[in-house]
């Protein structure tokens, strides 16, 4: 869950800046950039449109009721960026958006009010609380299940200069939404006072009080909303069957969008892309001598990778890699890496665990209705990738990669960069084959034959990793090329009962003694290993070692849950927060195995608790899910679509909120000209804005983001 890259302010394609080398002028106007593998097109730079409101015409609003003006007694207002257009190389304007705060001398709800505001003008309203909407009530915009073990909301509201406001009334009124008739009255819970700092890192997450509003008991179907009297009410929600499964639905769909060496359009979506990364379509790929465990956009194993890309360009070849299409656009990269089958083995994971429920679910993808369930088809349609970059021996390369970030307002299918696939590596071909067994056993009950082309693959990889290692012969390596042998040990155990991949697994377990912990920065990351020992059962002595440490790792968990102010699911306390890490955190899967192992209520609660952070139960009452809720983010750094001017597609889920180190991550300083207050005076909770340009909060991974989310809400959706 730490930061994985930092990018940079200019591109650069073989050592030269991209900007420079791409620039179109008119006299000495830079007017846009070239772009295309032949360089015969333009991209204009961004042009914004329209009139600007002068924050300054803020002291001049004025109120009026019943034909007198109201005193306004103080004013403030937070201002951030919705859209930002990159209006030159490195300049940058947006669309923003005021929200401006006035104190007045006396109650205004219910009252038929005018609010003039200079430079906008007038309008007149009556403010009826309950269908008045406050940015105060904070609720899950999904809705529940009837028989979720926790159904709770927040309020909170930071007001800038005027602080957190704490509300006059103590309980809250939950409405019908249609009739607006009140169902129930549940009481403001205080959960944190805003001042304390949520991790060692020190930062404020919420600078208000926050309360939580508890409302399990409501069961009865129907769609609801929240009312603080005298305030206002909340988003619209539901009580129904099926609302976690449909939310997961549309995240497992999102996959679809990311992938490579497709074409996307009708009947499968109404979001259009050429194919992009073909063979077919004269796109070469040049095989580097450098493997993904030796790059900084993978282990760096060796230390020696300064910038992601370099000991790749170094390693380049002219030999030309056939039929390497395939696999998932990461973000706003290109780029398919190995680590993405993380999220490919958490949804064979929900298929182990819930076979009928799985294959129910109807993506409409183009696997639909050819044999497999659609979520093994998309979880199938990665793994295949890596499938098709093994080499004769065995090996498994770790991807395919371009020479560095994608060139300045180039599509996948326009891109002019240069394509590499990884050298093969130990640790790529560990992933590989645990993922792929996982599939063998996946695909066993319903296809054998092709279950056995699976695991015979996981197998040539398993043992070509070993041979390489003796080959390599390096005195150390990063914790998680020990990790991955452990899995894909434990996996081809189970499948084969082979007893050299049990040697293999105890020599490298980490959880085979009391007190250990599955996961510390650095040092181990074997949470997947653990929770297939426990439901496998593979080996009996090891089982109650494994459910000890999970049950370990999951209450640290769950004392975080229990204890910030936004209910996340981290792994630790230091958990640098950002990267998902309040959106989709890493602990959730712990939560989830220890749910599974133990049966225990409370990691479950946890974990319906946590996930409501990015579906709306927070500040900027965001749902960091495309195509989801009331109020979804509508602008992800996913650039094909940017580019193309087409809505985003539906289920990609964004980083979310970040920590406010502008020093230290060049993309803040995009939209600080746009911010009030400045931004390291925001609260780390609320400091998201739906900007395309704001990239540390706005880009995803396919393995972080989207594969977490999935897989909670896939849990949460199919669990019984």
Avoid at 109 to 118: H, T
Avoid at 423 to 429: I, L, N, Q
Avoid at 431 to 452: E, F, G, K, M, N
Avoid at 637 to 658: A, L
Wanted: net charge positive; with cysteine; aromatic share 12%.
């Amino acid at each position: 869950g730490r930061p994985r890259r930092q990018r940079t302010g200019t591109g650069r394609s073989g050592g030269r800046c991209a900007w420079a080398e791409q620039a179109v002028r008119e006299g000495t106007k830079d007017i846009g950039v070239r772009i295309g593998p032949k360089g015969d097109q333009i991209r204009p730079h961004d042009s914004l449109h329209g009139r600007k409101w002068d924050p300054a015409l803020q002291e001049g609003i004025s109120v009026r009721a019943s034909g007198k003006t109201i005193p306004v007694v103080g004013r403030t207002r937070k201002s951030f960026p919705r859209w930002a257009a990159k209006t030159g190389p490195w300049q940058f304007d947006a669309e923003i958006d005021h929200r401006v705060y006035l104190k007045v001398a006396s109650p205004l709800a219910g009252r038929r009010i005018d609010v003039n505001v200079p430079g906008v003008g007038s309008r007149a309203v009556t403010l009826n609380t309950k269908s008045t909407r406050t940015e105060g009530l904070h609720v899950v915009q999904t809705g529940f299940r009837p028989d979720d073990i926790s159904k709770t909301a927040t309020y909170s509201l930071w007001l800038n200069e005027f602080g957190g406001i704490t509300p006059s009334r103590n309980s809250v009124e939950i409405l019908e939404a249609q009739s607006g008739r009140v169902v129930r009255t549940v009481p403001l819970n205080l959960h944190k006072d805003g001042k304390t700092s949520d991790s060692q890192n020190g930062e404020i997450r919420i600078k208000a009080p926050i309360y939580v509003i508890d409302f399990t008991e409501l069961r009865t179907p129907g769609t609801y909303r929240l009312h603080l009297p005298g305030v206002g009410s909340s988003y619209d929600f539901e009580i129904k069957g099926c609302v976690w499964q449909d939310a997961f639905t549309v995240a497992t769909k999102g996959f679809y969008y990311q992938r490579n060496g497709i074409s996307h359009g009708p009947p499968f979506s109404t979001y259009r892309a050429p194919r992009a990364f073909n063979h077919l379509d004269g796109v070469k790929v040049y095989q580097s001598t450098t493997s993904l465990m030796d790059s900084g956009n993978g282990l760096n194993a060796l230390g020696t990778d300064k910038d992601n890309f370099g000991n790749l360009v170094k390693g380049a070849t002219n030999e030309v890699v056939t039929n390497t299409w395939g696999g998932y656009k990461d973000a706003g990269d290109w780029d398919s890496r190995i680590q993405h089958l993380e999220a490919t083995r958490q949804k064979l994971e929900l298929a182990e665990m819930f076979p009928a429920a799985i294959a129910k679910v109807k993506l409409n993808i183009p696997e639909s209705g050819k044999g497999l369930p659609d979520v093994i088809a998309e979880a199938k349609w990665n793994i295949d990738h890596y499938r098709r970059l093994q080499t004769p021996e065995g090996g498994i390369r770790g991807g395919v990669e371009q020479e560095e970030h994608p060139n300045p307002g180039e599509t996948s299918w326009m891109n002019s960069l240069r394509n590499f696939a990884y050298a093969p590596d130990p640790w790529c071909s560990w992933l590989y084959a645990a993922s792929a067994t996982q599939l063998s056993h996946v695909l066993q009950p319903i296809d054998p034959t092709l279950s056995r082309e699976y695991l015979e693959s996981a197998k040539r990889a398993y043992s070509w990793a070993e041979r390489e290692m003796v080959r390599l012969n390096r005195p150390s390596y990063p914790h998680s090329v020990s990790d991955a042998k452990n899995l894909a040990a434990l996996w081809l155990y189970r499948e084969t009962r082979e007893p050299q991949y049990e040697k293999a697994f105890r020599e490298t377990c980490k959880f085979l003694r009391d007190g250990a912990f599955l996961f510390e920065w650095t040092v181990v990351s074997q949470g997947e290993s653990a929770a297939l020992a426990i439901r496998s059962n593979a080996f009996p002595d090891v089982t109650p070692l494994a459910r000890a440490a999970m049950i370990r790792q999951a209450d640290q968990t769950l004392s975080l849950v229990q204890k910030t102010t936004t209910r996340s699911a981290a792994v630790d306390f230091g958990g640098w927060p950002g990267y998902g890490n309040l959106v989709s955190p890493k602990g959730s899967s712990y939560l989830i195995w220890a749910h599974r192992a133990t049966g225990d209520p409370k990691y479950l609660k946890a974990l319906t608790e946590s996930a409501g952070f990015g579906l709306g139960s927070n500040p900027g009452n965001w749902v960091f899910t495309t195509g989801v809720g009331d109020q979804p983010v509508q602008k992800p750094f996913m650039i094909d679509p940017y580019y193309s001017k087409q809505p985003f597609p539906p289920g990609i889920t964004v980083y979310g909120p970040m920590f406010w180190n502008k020093e230290a991550d060049v993309w803040w300083k995009v939209v600080e000209p746009f911010l009030t207050p400045k931004g390291s005076e925001w609260p780390m909770a609320e400091a998201y804005f739906d900007s395309f340009w704001t990239i540390s909060a706005s880009e995803f991974t396919i393995m972080e983001s989207m594969g977490w989310t999935s897989f909670v809400w896939g849990y949460l959706a199919f669990r019984p």
